[in-house]
């Protein structure tokens, strides 16, 4: 299960994220979990698929391991082995139990918008930062309101709800930034009460610009964690796009985490949002993880906002980007059957050649749609009108482009 910023509560944490059935404001998980999902599993067992799974199948069209795929693994079904495996799920009886009395094992918990940073591609409802800035600037009327996450009832029956559920697996957090949310550490605190740390895996992202001791403190106590490092590239175009970061304090803190993580045995991938601005730059980051032997995380291809995609990059340009992809492929590529369980740190080298593997095949397929690039650059224009920077200063092999597009 996932539950948003706002409260709304959806069936998977890769589904489409204006698909939202009920908010927690509105409905306790326990019954939206076993009532209200009763629909979407029933669907699913006649052959239907739910609505807000394009994101996934877009991902497999290119290779890169889908949501999908991860969740079917945890509950032991392949897709290349659907009937067969399905049938020797340990959870095929409760699949077709109409009387659910199950409570997630999974949940992706997205805390609130509150957030150091402001990071172009992002938006109001997941960057405080940033949606004062939208405001400032005439983007928005008003902020988005509160999280469900400053409500101290609204914590506190969701985290009675975890208590109910026994054997929980994992729970992951994001933000905003996580480590800056209250909520985060009061929630943290309960689960170590619970006992809830013995036997579950925390994750969280960070945006590798906060560090508190008391939180890390709090993790170590955990069962598992998976840490999270948001970066988009081992460039100063990085300080653009995730401003007002910079490459220095990033540095810094990334090593602080690195260091933490192989003390505790946790499990560490960079976390990237390719844009338009940052494909060409990409293969820093394929590169610097594969050095350290950790896993690269792009989640999925970006959705919103369609200027900021990819393929706003013009066919010519992505020319040579995909010939030294390629190269890099050709170099470090290992033999071997496809990742499916991106959780396995054995095989975080053979995962970031996947990854990337996945990137050529995007950049090689999708459609040209640098017709958006004016639209590109009217959004940056105004916000570097308030940052006073320039996108040409970060990326002047670009200049020609966005001046043909009204720079």
Same mark, same amino acid.
């Not at 996580?178 to 945006?207: H, S």
């Not at 610097?288 to 369609?306: G, M, Q, R, T």
């Given at each position: 299960? %996932?539950?948003?910023?706002? #409260? +709304?509560?959806?069936?998977?944490?890769?589904? &489409?994220?204006?698909?939202?059935?009920?908010?927690? %404001?509105?409905? #306790?998980?326990?019954? =939206? =979990?076993?009532?209200h999902m009763s629909e979407v599993r029933?669907?699913?067992?006649? +052959?239907?698929?739910?609505?807000?799974?394009?994101?996934?199948?877009?991902?497999?069209?290119?290779?890169?391991?889908? +949501?999908?795929?991860?969740?079917?693994?945890?509950?032991?079904?392949?897709?290349?082995? =659907?009937?067969?495996?399905?049938?020797?799920?340990?959870?095929?009886?409760?699949?077709?139990?109409?009387?659910?009395?199950?409570?997630?094992?999974?949940?992706q918990i997205d805390l609130g918008n509150?957030?150091?940073?402001?990071?172009?591609?992002?938006?109001?409802?997941?960057?405080?930062?940033?949606?004062?800035?939208?405001?400032?600037?005439?983007?928005?009327?008003?902020?988005?309101?509160?999280?469900?996450? !400053?409500?101290?009832?609204?914590? !506190?029956? =969701?985290?009675?709800?975890?208590?109910?559920?026994?054997?929980?697996?994992?729970?992951?957090?994001?933000? #905003?930034?996580?480590?800056?949310?209250?909520?985060?550490?009061?929630?943290?605190?309960?689960?170590?009460?619970? @006992?809830?740390?013995?036997?579950?895996?925390? @994750?969280?992202?960070?945006?590798?610009?906060?560090? &508190?001791?008391?939180?890390?403190?709090?993790?170590?106590?955990?069962?598992?964690?998976?840490? #999270?490092?948001?970066?988009?590239?081992?460039?100063?175009?990085?300080?653009?796009? %995730?401003?007002?970061? $910079?490459?220095?304090?990033?540095?810094? $803190?990334?090593?602080?985490?690195?260091?933490?993580? /192989?003390?505790?045995?946790?499990?560490?991938?960079? %976390?990237?949002?390719?844009?338009?601005?940052?494909?060409?730059?990409?293969?820093?980051?394929?590169?610097?993880?594969?050095?350290?032997?950790?896993?690269?995380?792009?989640?999925?291809?970006?959705?919103?906002?369609?200027?900021?995609?990819?393929?706003?990059?013009?066919?010519?340009?992505?020319?040579?980007?995909?010939?030294?992809?390629?190269?890099?492929?050709?170099?470090?590529?290992?033999?071997?059957?496809?990742?499916?369980?991106?959780?396995?740190?054995?095989? !975080?080298?053979?995962?970031?050649?996947?990854?990337?593997?996945?990137?050529?095949?995007?950049?090689?397929?999708?459609?040209?749609?640098?017709?958006?690039?004016?639209?590109?650059?009217?959004?940056?224009? /105004?916000?570097?009108?308030?940052?006073?920077?320039?996108?040409?200063?970060?990326?002047?092999?670009?200049?020609?482009?966005?001046?043909?597009?009204?720079?």
């Amino acid at each position: 299960m %996932r539950i948003a910023n706002d #409260g +709304g509560m959806s069936y998977c944490r890769w589904a &489409d994220k204006n698909i939202t059935q009920a908010s927690i %404001r509105d409905v #306790g998980p326990t019954v =939206f =979990f076993q009532q209200h999902m009763s629909e979407v599993r029933s669907n699913m067992l006649i +052959g239907t698929a739910p609505a807000g799974c394009a994101h996934c199948h877009q991902m497999e069209s290119h290779n890169k391991i889908s +949501g999908r795929q991860k969740q079917l693994l945890k509950v032991g079904v392949r897709v290349e082995h =659907f009937e067969k495996s399905l049938a020797s799920s340990p959870w095929v009886a409760e699949f077709s139990n109409p009387d659910c009395k199950q409570l997630p094992q999974d949940w992706q918990i997205d805390l609130g918008n509150y957030c150091n940073s402001a990071c172009v591609f992002c938006d109001p409802g997941s960057s405080s930062k940033l949606a004062t800035e939208w405001k400032k600037l005439g983007f928005i009327d008003k902020l988005p309101p509160p999280s469900w996450s !400053a409500d101290d009832v609204l914590v !506190a029956e =969701f985290v009675d709800t975890l208590a109910q559920s026994k054997h929980i697996q994992y729970l992951h957090f994001i933000g #905003g930034e996580t480590l800056l949310t209250p909520a985060f550490k009061r929630i943290l605190k309960v689960l170590i009460q619970y @006992g809830i740390n013995r036997t579950a895996t925390i @994750g969280f992202t960070t945006n590798l610009m906060s560090w &508190d001791d008391e939180v890390v403190e709090l993790l170590t106590q955990f069962n598992g964690v998976n840490l #999270g490092m948001s970066i988009e590239a081992f460039d100063i175009v990085n300080d653009y796009v %995730r401003w007002p970061a $910079t490459m220095p304090l990033v540095h810094k $803190t990334l090593d602080q985490w690195l260091q933490l993580a /192989k003390q505790h045995n946790w499990l560490m991938q960079l %976390r990237t949002t390719p844009t338009v601005l940052t494909v060409g730059k990409l293969l820093s980051v394929y590169e610097y993880a594969w050095h350290n032997n950790i896993a690269v995380e792009s989640c999925n291809f970006l959705v919103d906002p369609k200027f900021m995609q990819p393929s706003v990059l013009p066919v010519a340009y992505r020319e040579n980007i995909i010939v030294e992809m390629d190269q890099w492929i050709a170099k470090h590529a290992t033999n071997g059957e496809t990742i499916v369980n991106t959780r396995d740190p054995n095989s !975080a080298q053979q995962q970031t050649v996947q990854d990337l593997q996945s990137y050529v095949n995007y950049l090689k397929n999708e459609p040209d749609n640098s017709n958006r690039l004016p639209e590109l650059v009217s959004f940056l224009k /105004k916000l570097e009108s308030g940052r006073g920077n320039s996108i040409i200063s970060y990326l002047p092999e670009y200049e020609e482009l966005f001046r043909t597009a009204g720079y």
